[in-house]
């Protein structure tokens, strides 16, 4: 929880900012109260880090066909599901939201170590997207390409690899994974090698995208579907495949605790994470498979309990070598 703190003075909101933010949530609960049959509240408040594009028209099919309308606050590219982690810790004693969708697991563990959900079912992990390398193929062969992390420290990638600031979203919860694959000391290493091989560090994994399918880098660490995005605009790019190095990220739907209002919330944790929705974000290219038991390739496996405990140690360290 320690680390979600610091993370806390670490996001693009500040305290002026996030204010504002609580108030607009704080207002969305008002309003959200609004009775229907029998009492009931007819609107639930759900913080969503799945990318607007994918949830809103999801959230409403939900409203369509539930009667129950949904206040959304979504989060910046940059500070993915950080900046709503920490809102939801600091309303950890006067909930303002009833529902967190999260676009990767570390967060959501950590919200759940923090008691931040419901004791019982609080949250459900499901589909998968992966953390891959991207190449430009107008600019690099994908056979000469590295096929290990390890290798972006070489001299012959320096200059030419981006990558998203690893304090947030999905790159910090591979950097954190990585660190328990290699062990602290190698992790070290590799992190100090990578950023004195002067890559480009970015706000956020579409933005790492779309820098590799401009060719103003070779080639990127990012996720599998802000890959699948800018190949649907035509880019030149591949992502290479899947090894021992490779996060599987789930999404993730969870009930906080005390939310406003209990019954809508468990009604869309359960929606969002039924099959039909996994399906439908695959379509979409927002997951790219349905279940990690489609992935029969040996892929990075985290001990979370593990990786929570040592997180602050990672994110200190993360902070002192990625300075910006």
């Known amino acids: 929880m ?13 305290p002026v900012r996030a204010a504002a933010g609580w108030g607009l949530a704080a207002l969305l609960v008002w309003t959200a109260w609004t009775p229907g049959c029998g009492g009931r509240p007819s609107r639930v408040v759900v913080y969503a880090a799945q990318d607007q594009v994918y949830a809103e028209p999801i959230l409403k099919d939900f409203e369509d066909r539930a009667g129950v309308s949904v206040a959304a606050v979504y989060d910046s590219e940059a500070v993915k599901t950080v900046g709503l982690a920490n809102r939801i810790l600091a309303e950890k004693n006067y909930p303002q939201c009833d529902v967190f969708w999260g676009n990767e697991e570390l967060r ?3 919200l759940a170590a923090a008691g931040a959900f419901r004791e019982t079912n609080g949250w459900v992990a499901f589909g998968y ?11 690099l062969d994908p056979a000469r390409a590295p096929r290990s992390l390890l290798e972006l420290t070489n001299a012959a990638w320096r200059g030419k690899v ?6 947030f979203g999905t790159t910090a919860a ?71 190095e490779t996060l599987l990220i789930p999404n993730t739907v969870a009930v906080i605790r005390n939310a406003p209002h209990p019954e809508a919330a468990d009604r869309l ?56």
């Open 174 to 244: 591979h950097f954190a994974a990585l660190r328990q694959l290699w062990g602290p000391a190698q992790w070290e290493r590799w992190c100090r090698a990578l950023a004195a091989n002067k890559p480009f560090v970015v706000d956020g994994n579409s933005a790492v995208a779309r820098l590799v399918a401009r060719g103003e880098a070779q080639l990127g660490l990012t996720d599998s579907d802000d890959i699948a995005a800018v190949r649907r605009g035509g880019a030149p790019v591949i992502p290479l495949p899947m090894n021992e």
């Open 162 to 167: 981006a990558l998203a600031y690893p304090l």
């Open 269 to 324: 944790m359960r929606f969002l994470s039924s099959a039909g929705v996994v399906r439908r974000l695959v379509r979409a290219g927002a997951l790219e498979g349905a279940s990690k038991k489609e992935v029969k390739i040996r892929t990075l496996a985290p001990d979370w309990g593990a990786l929570l405990a040592e997180l602050d140690e990672t994110t200190e360290r993360l902070s002192a070598i990625f300075l910006r």
């Open 129 to 139: 997207r992966s953390r891959r390398i991207v190449v430009n193929t107008n600019l």
């Open 108 to 110: 959501a563990r950590q």
């Open 2 to 14: 320690g680390a979600l703190r610091k993370l806390f003075s670490a996001t693009k909101t500040g």
